[in-house]
DNA sequence: GTGAAAGCGCTAACAT
DNA sequence: ATGTTAGCGCTTTCAC
């Protein structure tokens, strides 16, 4: 093994063409000085002489020289990187692309930014949640964000109980052993019910897959509101167990309307599900919100703008960042971080007044 | 400086709990064998002993040992990851949001993913793009893919220039020095125009900032769409310099119904401006499409649903990761990119039959 | 104030 | 088939 020190030649992986790196001992050679003063040139010692400091570190920035991370951290065991990750659908082959997680990802990204913290987004099969660890656990972060539960609450638990520093946005559940940071799905379950409940509105139907907590838990609500106005819960038949992914949710949408089965409102766990709701029901001659009221979920930019105006329970974006990352750097300072449940509130509009 | 194996105590930086990370060492020592045998045995050589291997990696597995990767790209120098830049607006203190971009960096997601990479997402000043070579120079990521080119293609050029392999989604420009891969713009432009003229409109304007290379690219079009029907250019007052922020879009907007300036088409650079377009015209008492039909860019998932449905541009969101990412892969691999054009096409719907 | 040398966790000659 | 050793690019004692 022959010591080099620029131009070492084609590199063994990944990096075919001759890019040299800059590093260290150039810099110290042609500034005449040691590696050692280099290093503490630039990280600003006092140690150093101060000119010969500047000079290093004017030539440096001239030259474009950044520390190579990879070594630095491996010597000084630091990292700032963080983990995002994204679960995806293996059965459906889906990709990211709800736009509220999309929108998440842009918080998350905003309040690591803040914090200095770099973000590694990475994807993984929601059936195994637990693949997370391996960025943990080869180093590459210091801990990660998971976004959503999807049907694996005892894996993420058994994540937590390997005491990686984990936070994920979800609901809060029993026995809970990770920091989840999420939107009150339950409240925001029950204010849409109880806002179509209000309205005169008698069987209301809810598009949900519950196998998911935070739907499960907005399900709650929905059933609560029930109980709060005096009525019995609502059969199973208004209870449907709708995916996200408006593709493998329509033809369930359109066997609702054509089942028979009577309703005048429904609460959707998206806007996209609302919408497409409101698309078949409109398909088969009924009206919104006529004869159906339709209340969504999220409150994305265009909700606003939909036909209807969607009625929608807002979830708040820019917080769910902020959030989840305050919580995952407390993790990281060693100290405990409870669940948090963060507010929602009811977006009146026209497709349930 | 202690030789440590396992538990070595508090660490120096941003770790701050005793979480002792398990290292090779540790598994040479279970397994009663030396580091190198366990380096050969995980990366599954051949040169170890079948039955030892076995062991070894079964061990490893049990205890959720992953090689450190640090220390391994440092070694091998190589690395996996890829960084992906999403510019902000430092004026506006503008966050990601646009929800084009975040469908963009999903589908870089994906792409990077299939490809056996790592993302990087990081977000610099719109201002500074150079500031992405940070990056690539201190070794955290071997190449760069920044969304947008935003007011600095001669940035850009010059980032390409230190020979840092780099993809840009944008538009092509004469006199670049780096590979970009966008939608056609310029035809894109066309197209919203020559439909809007085909169906009667005489005065239409331009909604979009044309400092960017994109809009600039797509009002080229719309000016070319003129000429091509045999009219004058369109007088500057028709040409308004909307940014895509809604907040910020909505005075110009205001005024622009305001102001007194006929028109009765509008080409609009993002499906979010035009629906902010028709919520101005309308208070304004003017009617969509009857009045003015308006096109919209992008073709987001709620276009359709909007009220009216947008009529809009269509833009790949899937084939771009995928090009982005296959071109910087070629970047990598030492072959020359070249900048790709992507299809778009119109998706006519009630705003603007 | 500066340099020599050790070592962060890993891999790959070079030994045996 | 396995162990010993040098070194990836950096920081930091320890000597001068």
Chains 1, 2 share one sequence.
């Not at 200095?116 to 929601?126: A, F, T």
Request: charged content about 20%; aromatic content about 4%.
């Amino acid at each position: 093994m022959r010591k080099t020190s620029l131009a070492q030649g084609p590199t063994p992986a990944s990096e075919s063409t001759d890019r040299k790196r800059l590093q260290m001992a150039d810099i110290a050679r042609l500034a005449g000085v040691s590696v050692a003063t280099v290093s503490r040139a630039l990280s600003g010692s006092t140690l150093v002489n101060a000119e010969t400091r500047e000079r290093i570190q004017q030539l440096a920035q001239s030259l474009n020289y950044s520390i190579n991370l990879g070594a630095q951290n491996l010597r000084l065991q630091k990292n700032l990187t963080v983990g995002v990750v994204v679960p995806y659908d293996a059965q459906s082959r889906q990709h990211i692309s709800d736009p509220f997680f999309l929108s998440i990802i842009g918080s998350i990204a905003d309040a690591l930014t803040d914090h200095g913290y770099d973000m590694l987004l990475s994807r993984v099969d929601s059936e195994r949640l637990d693949a997370a660890s391996q960025l943990y656990d080869s180093g590459k972060v210091i801990g990660v964000i998971i976004i959503g539960q999807w049907r694996h609450h005892d894996q993420l638990n058994q994540l937590a109980a390997r005491n990686m520093p984990l936070v994920v946005w979800g609901g809060e559940l029993p026995q809970q052993l990770y920091c989840s940071v999420g939107g009150d799905n339950r409240n925001g379950g029950e204010q849409a019910t109880a806002h179509l409940l209000r309205a005169g509105r008698k069987r209301i139907a809810f598009l949900g897959d519950t196998a998911l907590p935070e739907v499960w838990l907005r399900r709650e609500g929905y059933l609560r509101a029930h109980t709060a106005a005096g009525l019995p819960p609502p059969p199973p038949e208004l209870q449907i167990p709708a995916p996200f992914e408006p593709d493998a949710a329509h033809p369930i949408l359109e066997h609702l309307c054509t089942s028979g089965v009577a309703f005048d409102g429904v609460v959707a766990c998206s806007d996209l599900l609302a919408i497409h709701m409101v698309q078949a029901l409109r398909a088969h001659g009924r009206s919104v919100p006529g004869d159906v009221g339709v209340v969504g979920y999220d409150d994305m930019p265009l909700a606003a703008f939909c036909e209807p105006a969607l009625t929608t329970v807002h979830q708040p974006v820019l917080e769910a960042g902020t959030e989840l990352v305050a919580a995952l750097l407390q993790l990281l300072n060693g100290v405990r971080a409870l669940p948090r449940t963060l507010p929602v509130h009811m977006v009146v509009r026209a497709s349930a007044p």
